[in-house]
């Protein structure tokens, strides 16, 4: 029994030797730590978020919040907007976050162009909450520069009005700005999957540029597309700092919604309301992520 | 309000942390027990016994009263210098709901709040929790101001008014804020449906339009057409954005105003308040005794104080109207400087009830985000 072996790994190379639970379990104990942050964090949350809705305040069953939230029209209002700017920034930010990472893969593989917009893209798609606001306010909104030079200059122009900046319009632009540079991140690395060999081949064969991306590059890449644009999805849907810094009345999405509900001293907070559009806004992004999956098992044929 | 909810999981941890620290005597149940249901000073045997009583209990258990809100910092020093009283005070930042889940919490020991200071939702929706008393000054508190057994009793509060930035013209109606200089400049403090001071801000607009306060339906019109012509602020005021110039006419309280009119005088700005005639919409904050108080005749003796002219003047002090003052201004016994500083207000004041502030909040969940929103 040489006890530099057994220190490498689960302990299988000494089959046999030492006590046979410890090395079976030994294999599990790395991944400890992720399984209890799994559960205090995802599972526990998801679990009272469920439990909660279907509760009324005495902890009691009853369906009427969550039928309430399902068919109330102001809440349909509030996740139609949701899912809305959810889709609109996800679409926009997956067609020009897809672009720059072509244009960016198409330069030298270390040159300076790629490692500046990835370590700035790796920042901007952070780039969100109460910063990403005081900075469209500081540029667009009623006292921002651009709005009072234009107000000054051409009184007339779309931004000289920064009304736009505090809705539905203002969400989908500031919520595109951290999408644009995530899509990035996640579309890279498709692009560089494109093997050098296929356009070779197909030029071989006598296919044009036209026919390569038609019939080779675009298909190999419409899952891994798809894929990045669910997960852009996912990350504008379930976004609710920017949004609160942004819009002080009127809650418009979900998110806002469920803060009201929870925090409102006005006589109106409910807990299983919010718990209820929390359990509507799970079953949307677990749709998003089963497709997402699916989209992903496409992608990994062509990866190998 | 807002800022009495900001701290409260932190504060709750560390009063409860604290709390269990401190081993407070237990009270002398025999001495105070005709106190404990006593619902006047002259049915516990007068001020005087209710006085000595209080002083051999020698403490009591305040809770969410926070030394810079509404002055309470001078009443409580001068509360327990007048009684020879130890003040235990607990989660000064926290909500109204956090007072009453704290009585519920530690009822039958010696840490349980003695008295309560809540905004009306709460307080109406917890009846059961409060011991009935009329202070000695009941027959002077004007009918709207009390709950008529003696279970709550407002004890300050304020207006509704429009604070403005004077450099953007003269404001005497709401209608002149949907002129053109006001173009995105008007700010409502918080969402009306989240936000006490918003609430108050729709029913102030429905009133001073016409409507009144069993319908918030004008006040929310009114705003659906400052925001058409383009004149709200989708800003949530404070202090800082109205010091920066960004939220130049803000709708909120008085009180809260007192200390920005004198901060915007030192940088030469005239911030003025504008509060129509006849359009007064108030709300007061309501005291209430424990009915499982562990020190009831301190507990009495509190209101009494709160009650007296040394307490009124206080709270008139910190900008927010006590339910006495005109009582007092008659009577000669209110600080006449303190009371000269408040904004000048004409007409009966309108405090929306219980049922017409729930029914608001009903209408305007559903429609004040279409109204103000943001498509």
Not at chain 1, 8 to 20: C, D, E, Y
Not at chain 1, 160 to 169: E, I, K, R
Not at chain 2, 95 to 113: C, K, M, V, Y
Not at chain 2, 340 to 360: E, F, H, N, R, Y
Request: glycine content about 10%.
């Amino acid at each position: 029994m040489t006890s530099s072996v057994q220190e490498k790994g689960t302990g299988s190379a000494l089959r046999g030797a030492g006590p046979l639970r410890w090395r079976r379990h030994s294999a599990y104990l790395g991944v400890l730590p992720f399984g209890i942050l799994v559960l205090v964090f995802l599972v526990w949350p998801t679990y009272s978020v469920v439990t909660g809705a279907f509760q009324n305040s005495h902890g009691s069953f009853e369906l009427h919040t969550v039928k309430a939230v399902f068919t109330d029209p102001g809440h349909i209002t509030a996740f139609k907007n949701s899912i809305e700017i959810s889709a609109i920034t996800a679409l926009v930010g997956a067609i020009l976050g897809s672009l720059f990472a072509w244009a960016v893969a198409t330069g030298k593989p270390d040159g300076l162009l790629r490692r500046t917009t990835l370590s700035a893209s790796g920042v901007l798609a952070q780039f969100g909450g109460v910063m990403l606001t005081f900075a469209f306010l500081a540029t667009f909104g009623f006292n921002g520069f651009v709005t009072t030079f234009l107000a000054s200059q051409f009184p007339n122009s779309f931004l000289a009005h920064p009304d736009w900046l505090y809705g539905f319009l203002g969400l989908c632009v500031v919520y595109t700005f951290f999408q644009i540079p995530l899509m990035f991140l996640v579309f890279l690395p498709a692009i560089d999957n494109l093997k050098p060999q296929w356009r070779e081949a197909s030029s071989n064969l006598g296919g044009t540029t036209l026919e390569y991306w038609r019939r080779i590059g675009i298909p190999v890449l419409i899952p891994s597309f798809l894929g990045s644009a669910l997960l852009l999805f996912a990350n504008s849907f379930s976004a609710y700092a920017t949004a609160a810094s942004l819009i002080s009345q009127g809650s418009i999405i979900t998110p806002l919604e469920i803060s009201t509900a929870m925090s409102s001293e006005t006589g109106v907070a409910n807990a299983s309301t919010a718990k209820a559009l929390g359990l509507g806004m799970v079953i949307v992004v677990g749709v998003v992520m089963t497709l997402y999956t699916l989209m992903r098992r496409r992608v990994s044929k062509w990866e190998q | 309000m807002s800022k009495k909810r900001l701290l409260i999981s932190s504060i709750a941890c560390a009063a409860l942390g604290a709390g269990l620290l401190v081993a407070a005597p237990a009270a002398d149940a025999k001495s105070t027990s005709v106190w404990a249901h006593a619902r006047s000073a002259k049915a516990g045997g007068g001020l005087k016994k209710l006085a000595a009583a209080c002083k051999k209990e020698g403490q009591m258990n305040i809770i969410a009263d926070p030394h810079d809100w509404a002055n309470y910092g001078e009443i409580i020093k001068g509360f327990a210098k007048k009684y020879h009283v130890k003040m235990n005070e607990a989660n000064p930042n926290g909500s109204s709901q956090d007072e009453i889940n704290a009585a519920n919490q530690l009822r039958g020991t010696t840490r349980a709040p003695d008295a309560f200071d809540l905004g009306s939702a709460v307080a109406y929706a917890n009846m059961n929790t409060y011991a009935a008393y009329k202070v000695s000054e009941w027959k002077n508190i004007p009918a709207a101001f009390k709950e008529p057994h003696g279970f709550l009793t407002k004890d300050y509060g304020g207006f509704m008014a429009i604070g403005y930035d004077s450099s953007l013209g003269t404001i005497s109606s709401l209608a002149d804020l949907l002129k053109p200089a006001f173009k995105g400049k008007v700010a409502l403090n918080g969402d009306p449906t989240k936000a006490n001071a918003g609430l108050m801000g729709v029913f102030f607009a429905s009133v001073a339009n016409g409507g009144n306060i069993n319908d918030v339906s004008t006040g929310v019109n009114y705003f659906k057409q400052l925001k058409d012509v383009g004149n709200f602020l989708n800003v949530d005021p404070t202090p800082a954005s109205i010091a920066s110039g960004q939220t130049p006419v803000v709708f909120d309280w008085d009180y809260n105003q007192a200390a920005t009119v004198k901060e915007l005088a030192a940088k030469g700005i005239t911030w003025k308040v504008f509060i129509p005639n006849n359009v007064l919409v108030g709300a007061y904050y309501n005291q209430a005794i424990n009915i499982n108080a562990p020190h009831p005749a301190c507990a009495r003796q509190w209101l009494e104080y709160l009650y007296s002219p040394a307490g009124q003047n206080a709270w008139l002090k910190g900008g927010s109207r006590p339910v006495l003052a005109e009582y007092m201004a008659k009577k000669g016994t209110i600080n006449k400087a303190a009371y000269a500083a408040l904004p000048k207000v004409v007409g009966t004041p309108q405090i929306p009830s219980l049922d017409q502030a729930s029914k608001a909040s009903t209408y305007l969940l559903a429609n004040w985000a279409a109204a103000v929103g943001t498509r």
